[in-house]
């Protein structure tokens, strides 16, 4: 095993450690951080790094943490967001944030203020619970309606994000019980407890379509990163080699 790839699975132990000793439901995961901080994490994640701030939801509001002195967080706001908030993932100088009946579009671009610019909502499924990315002009929810989200179907969301303050929802895909989901480049893959780690065709973001399942475990997040997919599972870390992006070669499992 060489030297970067056990630099890898001890940054993946620590996150874990992180999710566990901050778990308040299913949903919590370890820090989403952008590019420019160096790392990045789960789309089920409750907390995010983006440049100097920490952004952090509980089930009704977002706070916001000066960290340039990282020994001495400053909480700098709290705002109130809606109700059964669950999920947060930083895009650029946006912030999607999922909750059990829609997802919140903010603005950091004022990093201490962050600001509603849109909500995006599912005419088909009215409540659930729903993890989010946000990839170019197109976001992906997963819509899980299983206990105790409520609600009768289950979907991977498209929702088209090219004016922001209005986010339509244009299609959508059936599944059966969605988690964690992670894109790299024209490929999504999402975790479902169900049909397994699917490998989804996004070339054409309105019309994915599944590649493949991998059934190896049961997934629940994962964290596309340096041509590697790091995966949370029932049977802890897996390790895929994402070179091929539509083809996951498994590494380890730790």
């Given at each position: 095993?060489?030297?970067?790839?056990?630099?890898?699975?001890?940054?993946?132990?620590?996150?874990?450690?992180?999710?566990?000793?901050?778990?308040?439901?299913?949903?919590?995961?370890?820090?989403?951080?952008?590019?420019?901080?160096?790392?990045?994490?789960?789309?089920?994640?409750?907390?995010?790094?983006?440049?100097?701030?920490?952004?952090?939801?509980?089930?009704?509001?977002?706070?916001?943490?000066?960290?340039?002195?990282?020994?001495?967080?400053?909480?700098?706001?709290?705002?109130?967001?809606?109700?059964?908030?669950?999920?947060?993932?930083?895009?650029?100088?946006?912030?999607?944030?999922?909750?059990?009946?829609?997802?919140?579009?903010?603005?950091?671009?004022?990093?201490?203020?962050?600001?509603?610019?849109?909500?995006?909502?599912?005419?088909?499924?009215?409540?659930?619970?729903?993890?989010?990315?946000?990839?170019?002009?197109?976001?992906?929810?997963?819509?899980?309606?299983?206990?105790?989200?409520?609600g009768t179907r289950s979907v991977?969301?498209?929702?088209?994000?090219?004016?922001?303050?209005?986010?339509?929802e244009r299609s959508t895909l059936?599944?059966?019980?969605?988690?964690?989901?992670?894109?790299?480049?024209?490929?999504?893959?999402?975790?479902?407890?169900?049909?397994?780690?699917?490998?989804?065709?996004?070339?054409?973001?309105?019309?994915?379509?599944?590649?493949?399942?991998?059934?190896?475990?049961?997934?629940?997040?994962?964290?596309?990163?340096?041509?590697?997919?790091?995966?949370?599972?029932?049977?802890?870390?897996?390790?895929?080699?994402?070179?091929?992006?539509?083809?996951?070669?498994?590494?380890?499992?730790?």
């Amino acid at each position: 095993m060489n030297r970067n790839f056990t630099l890898i699975i001890l940054s993946c132990l620590l996150m874990q450690c992180t999710k566990s000793s901050t778990s308040t439901s299913s949903t919590t995961s370890s820090s989403t951080l952008n590019s420019s901080t160096g790392g990045k994490g789960g789309s089920t994640a409750r907390f995010a790094i983006a440049g100097n701030y920490l952004y952090s939801v509980d089930e009704i509001s977002l706070k916001a943490f000066d960290i340039s002195d990282p020994i001495h967080p400053v909480l700098k706001n709290t705002v109130s967001v809606g109700f059964d908030i669950e999920t947060i993932f930083p895009f650029n100088d946006k912030l999607f944030i999922g909750s059990s009946t829609a997802v919140y579009i903010y603005s950091i671009e004022d990093p201490s203020k962050p600001t509603v610019l849109g909500t995006a909502l599912s005419p088909t499924v009215m409540r659930r619970c729903d993890p989010v990315v946000a990839k170019d002009t197109v976001a992906f929810a997963t819509l899980r309606s299983s206990a105790p989200c409520g609600g009768t179907r289950s979907v991977l969301a498209v929702y088209d994000i090219k004016e922001i303050t209005n986010p339509v929802e244009r299609s959508t895909l059936t599944l059966q019980e969605p988690y964690g989901l992670g894109y790299d480049d024209d490929v999504l893959y999402v975790c479902d407890k169900v049909l397994g780690l699917l490998v989804i065709d996004i070339k054409n973001p309105y019309q994915p379509s599944v590649i493949k399942a991998i059934t190896e475990a049961v997934y629940s997040d994962v964290i596309p990163y340096n041509h590697m997919l790091i995966c949370w599972t029932n049977a802890g870390i897996k390790f895929y080699d994402i070179s091929d992006n539509r083809n996951p070669v498994f590494l380890a499992n730790i």
